[in-house]
C-alpha cells in the first residue's frame, strides 16, 4: 500500500509539472501511433493512423508491365516487384521518360505514377499520372493549366483569389507537364484575420514550395533510377495535427524520437513552433501513463457514456446509421422541475455527443434521440447544436428534430471510424 501511494504521489507530482491547459499528445497505442489534444484533462481530438505501410501519395517511377484492352487499364510495376492498377480515366498529362507521350502507353513504357489508394488484401494498389500535392490553403495538381477556386467562397473571397492568382502565375515556371493550384476554404481564414491587410504570406509560401517540389520531380528527380520512390507525403499525423489542430494548443508531447526529430526539423523550416514541442523522457512513468491515455481511450470505445449530471449516452453504430440514444441514468435534481431537469440533461448531453462524434470519428447519417422537451426547448437545442458544428473542422450539418425528439446529423467522411483504424473492422 504505502508503494502504491508514493507511485499515486509521484504520478501526481509529474502531472503537475507537466501540465498545460491546451496540450497535443502523439504517443503509440496498440502499435498504432496516437495524436490527441487534451484541453485540461479532457480529449477534445484524436486520431489513430498506422505507424508504417502506407504508400498513399507517394511517386514512383514505374514500368508499364502489362496492358489490358479490355478494360481500359494498365499494371505498373514500382519497387520490390509491387504492380499498381492503372485504369484509363486515371491517365492525366502522363510523364513518360523513355519516350515523348503520343496519346499512346505501350508496354515496357516508364512513368511516373503517384499511389491514389492503397492495396487492401488481394487487390493492387490504384495509381494515376495525374501528380497531386495536398496543403493547408492549397492543392498543386498536374493536368491543367487552370487554377480551381473553393465552392464555399463568397463573391467577394472568390474575387480577390482570382486577381491574386493572375498576379501571381507570371511567376511560375514553364514546366514539362502543365499544372494549377486549387484553391482551398482555408484560404478565406486568411481573408478574416484582424489585420488592415489580408495575410497571404502562409499561402504563398505553400504554392512556393509545392512548385518548386514539382519542379524538382519533373527536372532532377526523374533521372534516378528505374522503380525508385521519388517522392513521400508528410506522415498522416503531421497532415492532422497541421490541418485539424492548427495552432490550437500551447505545447505538443512526443514519446517517440523519430517523431519529435521529424517536427524538429519541420519547425526549422517555420511550419511549426520550435518552443511549443516537447521530447518526453521520464523514465519513472511513461507518458502514456502519465496522461492516463489507456482509460480515457477505454471512454471512448465504451459503448456507454457517463455524463456529469449523472445521465448518459449510449452509442449504437450500425451500417446504415449511427443512433445515440440520451438518457436520464443516474440524475438527481430534486430542486428542478421536470422541464428544467430535461432541458439540462439534453444540452448536457448534446455537447457530449458532438465531442464523442468527433473523438469517435463517426460520419455518415446521425440521429440522437433526446429526451422529450417542450417545443420551445427543442429550438433553443437545435440553434445550440448548430453553433457547436459550425465550429467543427469536419463538416457536419443540423437538420432538423423530429415530432419524436429525434435530432438529424450528417457529418462528412475523412478519416476511417476510430474502430476501423484499430482494428480494421467496420461497424
Request: charged share 30%.
Given at each position: ?125 490504384v495509381c494515376t499520372t495525374k501528380l497531386t500535392f495536398n496543403g493547408k490553403y492549397v492543392i498543386l495538381t498536374t493536368g491543367s493549366n487552370k ?281
Open positions: 500500500m504505502l508503494i502504491k501511494a508514493y507511485a499515486d504521489q509521484e504520478k501526481e507530482s509529474l502531472q503537475k509539472s507537466s501540465y498545460k491547459e491546451n496540450q497535443v499528445l502523439i504517443t503509440t497505442y496498440q502499435g498504432k501511433r496516437l495524436i490527441t489534444r487534451l484541453v485540461g484533462n479532457s480529449m477534445e481530438d484524436l486520431m489513430v493512423f498506422p505507424t508504417n505501410g502506407s504508400m498513399l501519395g507517394t511517386i514512383h517511377i514505374g514500368r508499364i508491365q502489362k496492358v489490358s484492352k479490355t478494360i481500359d487499364s494498365f499494371f505498373v510495376e514500382i519497387a520490390d516487384k509491387r504492380v499498381c492498377f492503372l485504369p484509363g480515366r486515371n491517365i492525366i498529362a502522363p510523364v513518360l521518360l523513355n519516350r515523348e507521350y503520343d496519346g499512346r502507353l505501350l508496354e515496357g513504357d516508364i512513368i511516373l505514377i503517384q499511389i491514389e489508394r492503397d492495396a487492401v488484401k488481394t487487390k493492387d494498389a487554377p480551381g477556386f473553393s465552392k464555399k467562397y463568397t463573391a467577394d473571397q472568390r474575387g480577390y483569389f482570382v486577381a491574386w492568382h493572375k498576379d501571381i502565375a507570371d511567376t511560375l515556371p514553364t514546366l514539362c507537364v502543365p499544372f494549377a493550384p486549387i484553391y482551398r476554404t482555408e484560404c478565406a481564414e486568411l481573408l478574416t484575420a484582424k489585420k488592415s491587410e489580408p495575410e497571404i504570406d502562409p499561402l504563398e509560401q505553400e504554392l512556393t514550395f509545392f512548385v518548386n517540389t514539382l519542379q524538382t520531380i519533373v527536372t532532377k528527380e526523374i533521372h534516378k533510377s528505374l522503380y525508385s520512390c521519388i517522392y513521400a507525403p508528410d506522415p498522416d499525423y503531421y497532415l492532422f495535427l497541421r490541418e485539424s489542430l492548427s495552432g490550437g494548443y500551447e505545447e505538443i508531447v512526443i514519446d517517440d524520437e523519430n517523431v519529435y526529430s521529424f517536427l524538429h526539423e519541420k519547425a526549422q523550416t517555420g511550419l511549426l513552433a520550435d518552443d511549443k514541442i516537447r521530447f518526453y523522457q521520464d523514465e519513472r512513468i511513461g507518458m502514456s501513463a502519465l496522461y492516463g491515455i489507456q482509460s480515457k481511450m477505454d471512454e471512448v470505445l465504451s459503448k456507454s457514456v457517463w455524463l456529469k449530471s449523472g445521465g448518459n449516452l449510449v452509442i449504437e453504430p450500425t451500417e446504415a446509421l449511427t443512433v445515440i440514444d440520451v438518457n436520464t441514468g443516474r440524475f438527481s435534481a430534486k430542486h428542478l422541475g421536470t422541464d428544467q431537469t430535461y432541458w439540462k440533461i439534453n444540452l448536457e448531453a448534446a455537447k457530449e455527443a458532438l465531442r464523442q462524434i468527433r473523438l469517435r470519428n463517426i460520419s455518415g447519417m446521425i440521429l440522437i434521440d433526446f429526451i422529450n422537451m417542450k417545443k420551445a426547448d427543442e429550438g433553443r437545442l437545435l440553434k445550440t447544436v448548430r453553433e457547436l458544428c459550425e465550429k467543427e473542422k469536419v463538416s457536419t450539418e443540423v437538420y432538423d428534430i423530429t415530432k419524436l425528439g429525434i435530432m438529424e446529423l450528417t457529418r462528412k467522411k475523412i478519416y476511417k471510424t476510430l474502430k476501423e483504424s484499430l482494428t480494421g473492422e467496420t461497424n
